[in-house]
DNA sequence: AAACACACCAACCGCACAAAT
DNA sequence: AATTTGTGCGGTTGGTGTGTT
């Protein structure tokens, strides 16, 4: 039995192996995976036969393709709907898998982890980072939607009913219904509302500067080019007065022991919150955790760091 | 040019669940 | 009813390419 167990091969997979799975399915269909190593056809484990075919062989699959604007913009609308059931969310998205849902958001969540590792109030580059932060505003330079009729449509009748309306009607994505928290409201801001530990130095030149040029201005969005919901939100959250807070001990008294900070609705509501990074991680058990420096920046969508646009250096002020 | 950091992706692992025995 | 087997899913890891310093 040890002998068979070091028979199985691991791996990146070859062309012929491929060729032989493909077959396999030809034949058979995308079913008794197990015996396809224990008809001696190649020395995989079912399970990784069944992997390789749903991730890469399978036909019509966006390999090597990255998400649109709107895949995205499904992909976050999605798990803060349903959490982490990457294979649900990959039903509306054909041609994409669980895996590619998974890694997309996983990439998603490191860059953001970082962003606000580095937004960390005692990094020695805090500066910089908060005018990043500070900065971020909208870009009309959204990708546009890269739907295209050659995309074939899914062989799973299932992901067909789920996905149609997503994929032949763009505009069903961009219009799709939002979360009842979605009430964008901010497209001005004021310095007061950030607290990001500016020292009485760095707030000074940061008026200053608001006062002398033209700082990054968020327009009314137009039509066909706005925020994604989730940065709606998140620039709705920027008006909340204890969103400061978040990067401080600032005090606001009226949230009682500063230790469990709490940021108002959405992200406390416990019916909403299953609609949130948050609460979906909470829906897993992995986390029911208070908003946290190390825990807000997880909602945010992946367009507002993509357009992120660095303020000109203090000596073009 | 080299070193490093980061993003992306493919594949594996462990677990859960359902069907088969 | 209990056990085994097959399948699916989510989390994680390691490799590779690319950009940055």
């Not at 490191?110 to 606000?116: Q, S």
């Not at 009430?183 to 006062?211: A, G, V």
Request: proline letters at 8%; charged letters at 25%.
């Amino acid at each position: 039995m040890e002998a068979k167990k070091e028979e199985i091969r691991k791996g990146p997979w070859k062309a012929e192996e491929d060729e032989v799975l493909i077959n396999h399915v030809k034949k058979y269909g995308p079913r008794d995976w197990s015996s396809i190593r224990s008809k001696g056809l190649l020395q995989r484990t079912g399970k990784s036969c069944r992997l390789r075919w749903v991730n890469k062989l399978r036909p019509n699959l966006k390999n090597g393709c990255k998400f649109s604007t709107e895949e995205e913009r499904v992909v976050i609308e999605l798990q803060a709907q349903f959490g982490n059931k990457w294979a649900k969310i990959a039903t509306y998205l054909p041609g994409r898998t669980d895996n590619d849902v998974k890694n997309f958001w996983s990439s998603r969540q490191k860059r953001l982890a970082r962003i606000l590792h580095s937004a960390a109030p005692s990094s020695s580059k805090s500066l910089k980072v908060k005018r990043d932060i500070l900065a971020f505003h909208y870009v009309p330079s959204v990708e546009a939607p890269t739907f295209s009729s050659s995309m074939e449509e899914e062989s799973s009748s299932k992901v067909q009913s789920c996905s149609s309306s997503y994929v032949e009607n763009p505009e069903a994505v961009r219009t799709m219904p939002l979360p009842e928290m979605v009430k964008p409201d901010l497209f001005s801001f004021d310095i007061n509302h950030f607290q990001l530990e500016l020292n009485p130095t760095e707030k000074d030149m940061f008026i200053e500067s608001q006062s002398q040029v033209s700082f990054p201005q968020i327009p009314q969005p137009q039509s066909g080019l706005e925020f994604s919901p989730e940065s709606q939100e998140l620039l709705s959250r920027l008006q909340d007065p204890y969103f400061l807070d978040m990067f401080g001990q600032a005090h606001a008294p009226e949230l009682g022991n500063g230790s469990q900070l709490s940021l108002g609705p959405p992200f406390y509501d416990p019916v909403v919150s299953c609609t949130s990074a948050a609460g979906a991680a909470a829906m897993d058990g992995s986390s029911n955790h208070p908003a946290t420096p190390f825990t807000f920046f997880d909602d945010f969508p992946v367009d507002v760091f993509d357009q992120i646009e660095k303020l000109p250096c203090p000596s073009d002020w």
